[in-house]
């Protein structure tokens, strides 16, 4: 069965920098792989999806996301974050018989 | 279109008591989930349906949780009795179909054990 590995349970950054969360992935087949952000007492939000093709994938608010299969990685980056994209984000694997597994997430917290 | 709904939002109970969850998904999504998000952590699956038929349980406490989903629409999950380590966000999400469908989620309903 697959797993996800969310290597860091919190990150803190400045408004305006740079921000990379870390995904690692273990499946013995081809997955799909996803990102979701949850906001405060609210439910997950899709931010971005890989099922194939390119290799980079781009989301909604800026995110973008880049399958390694050889580092069975998916880690999400921004170039610039804002106070507002503060939340917590999870990384999911599903393989084709639709069995998503969820990481453990990591809460992004923006200072100003 | 109107996304997942869920209620209540909020819950306390004392352990031992009963408790139930409802969730009505996207108009038209024929798989729905229902998944535990324990506070640190990630949604676990507990179970989801195809349609009114269970495709996977297979994390379902089942001594003491019960889920269902008549014709095939809206879904209940059910907590009979319900024990402290119950305590947790519960989730509800729907897709199209399965596989690298979406899934929509709904607000979740908080579920305190006393």
């Known amino acids: 069965a697959q797993s996800v590995t969310q290597l860091d349970s919190q990150v803190p950054v400045f408004e305006e920098a740079p921000v990379e969360l870390r995904c690692n992935y273990s499946s013995s087949v081809s997955v799909y792989l996803f990102w979701y952000v949850q906001y405060p007492n609210q439910g997950l939000q899709l931010l971005l999806k890989y099922l194939s093709g390119s290799t980079l994938v781009k989301g909604i608010n800026g995110f973008e996301a880049e399958f390694n299969k050889s580092q069975t990685s998916f880690h999400l980056r921004k170039p610039s974050v804002h106070i507002s994209d503060t939340a917590e984000y999870f990384c999911a694997v599903s393989d084709r018989t639709d069995d998503m597994r969820f990481g453990a997430g990591t809460r992004l917290t923006v200072k100003p | 279109e109107a996304g997942v709904a869920q209620s209540p939002r909020y819950k306390i109970i004392e352990k031992r008591q009963s408790v139930a969850f409802w969730c009505n998904p996207i108009?038209?999504?024929?798989?729905l989930y229902w998944y535990q998000q324990i506070l640190g952590q990630g949604p676990k699956l507990l179970i989801q349906f195809q349609n009114n038929g269970v495709v996977d349980d297979s994390q379902l406490p089942k001594d003491r949780f019960s889920a269902e989903r008549l014709k095939g629409v809206d879904s209940t999950l059910k907590i009979q009795p319900a024990k402290l380590e119950d305590s947790a966000v519960y989730l509800c999400a729907s897709s199209l179909r399965g596989g690298q469908g979406e899934q929509f989620f709904g607000p979740g309903t908080r579920l305190t054990v006393l």
């Open positions: 108009s038209g999504h024929a798989t």
